[in-house]
């Protein structure tokens, strides 16, 4: 088994899995190239078989193994994509497979990983974060020695992501200037920068993560792997608490930077790919281009690694939440109401103009809620308009609090 990351290992890797995954299409999106003023492409592994990459490194992994460790099955942790991946691999190879997700995996992920799976599979939802559904499978590894197939810190794992940037290189019809990588466990990253970095070295490499997860982040200002010590699991495919040593190993020295992006931005860039571009990308998918938006123009050629696309339709409700608070259109408010008669007219006549219109309305406190305040969400149609509408709360006579997104409370909104 290989120990060292290397290029000449991606391009075996590329020959091992040719013939069950497909090269996926690098195309130019005209709304981001128009947005910020460059060239920019995105690599479409949304397409990819299990719509996501991850089945390039778990079947490069599980097709080196050597007879004996088939025969003892294998076991996986996931926050959904790679166990779609594994279990694939276990129906095309004929090895049994145990993938442990957490309960916060979507139903369509948990449901993905069975199908490809059948009878060669078995899902264990276990723990609410993937970093205590890996502890679990580890357990399960050494107490009946099944092969334990890592979602990014193995060389093997991180040889068949790599083949992401040989097609990327292979494909782009001009020098890669700028190439933007959604970062989880640096799994997908450390493979990417290796071919990378020995094939074209002056693309400028950047990784993306989510603010709410920001391991990678964590790790360099540590010079190690750390431990988040929150969680916010919305990204779930990039939802990792820590990092892996590995993979840390090779970004820290071959990525050019990493970039924290809040969930808002990749609730809004998801919904510009769906109803623009006709692209569903799930969160941790929709990273790259949201750190694109985020970063601004750049020169030359950008490409944003499309990670995946399986996302549950039932999600959307909290994405458009998500985005509208980020781009400030809507606001929360607790306004305690006076026990007299007209405080609420007051409220919607004095208060609130023409295009604020209130779209939750729900009292804090469920038994004499004349005693309490009311949890007020009120949406603009300009975010321009708060300031507005902050001064006419403050000459009110009502008691207004306004719910500011980074704060504890808030959390219970979403």
């Known amino acids: 088994m290989s120990t060292v990351l290397t290029a000449t290992g991606i391009e075996q890797a590329a020959r091992r899995i040719d013939s069950v995954v497909r090269r996926t299409a690098l195309d130019e999106n005209q709304r981001l190239s128009a947005l910020l003023g460059s060239r920019t492409l995105l690599k479409r592994e949304d397409q990819q078989v299990c719509r996501s990459y991850k089945v390039r490194g778990a079947f490069n992994l599980m097709a080196s193994l050597p007879d004996d460790e088939r025969q003892r099955g294998v076991v996986c942790a996931s926050a959904g994509n790679h166990g779609q991946g594994v279990a694939f691999a276990c129906s095309r190879l004929g090895i049994r497979g145990r993938v442990f997700v957490p309960s916060t995996t979507p139903k369509q992920k948990r449901e993905r990983i069975a199908a490809f799976g059948g009878d060669a599979v078995e899902l264990v939802v276990v723990g609410s974060t993937y970093d205590e559904a890996s502890a679990a499978a580890h357990w399960e590894s050494e107490r009946d020695g099944a092969v334990y197939v890592h979602p990014f810190d193995d060389v093997r794992t991180m040889e068949g992501q790599g083949t992401v940037a040989r097609e990327i290189l292979e494909q782009a019809d001009s020098p890669v200037d700028t190439l933007l990588v959604p970062v ?148 929360y408010f607790l306004v305690t109401f006076p026990q007299q008669p007209g405080a609420l007219r007051h409220f919607l006549d004095g208060v609130l103009d023409k295009g604020e219109d209130i779209v939750a309305f729900e009292y804090v406190k469920k038994s004499n809620r004349e005693t309490g305040p009311a949890l007020v969400g009120i949406e603009l149609e300009d975010a321009q308009d708060l300031d507005s509408l902050l001064r006419r709360m403050a000459d009110s006579p009502l008691s207004i609090e306004r719910i500011s997104p980074g704060s504890p409370l808030f959390s219970f909104l979403l």
């Open 184 to 331: 989880g466990g640096g799994g997908l990253i450390s493979g990417i920068a290796t071919w990378v970095r020995e094939h074209s070295p002056r693309t400028r490499i950047i990784g993306a993560e989510p603010a709410g997860a920001a391991s990678m982040t964590a790790a360099l200002k540590h010079g190690a792997p750390v431990a988040l010590d929150r969680l916010d699991s919305f990204v779930d495919g990039a939802a990792v608490g820590k990092v892996g040593e590995q993979s840390f190993a090779v970004a820290e020295q071959l990525v050019d930077d990493v970039v924290a992006v809040p969930e808002g931005a990749v609730c809004t860039e998801m919904l510009d790919l769906y109803q623009t571009d006709g692209i569903i990308a799930e969160p941790a998918g929709a990273l790259a281009s949201a750190a694109a938006r985020q970063l601004g123009p750049t020169a030359g050629t950008t490409v944003c690694v499309v990670s995946g696309g399986n996302n549950d339709v039932s999600r959307y409700s909290e994405v458009v939440e998500r985005s509208l608070v980020h781009v400030g259109l809507r606001h």
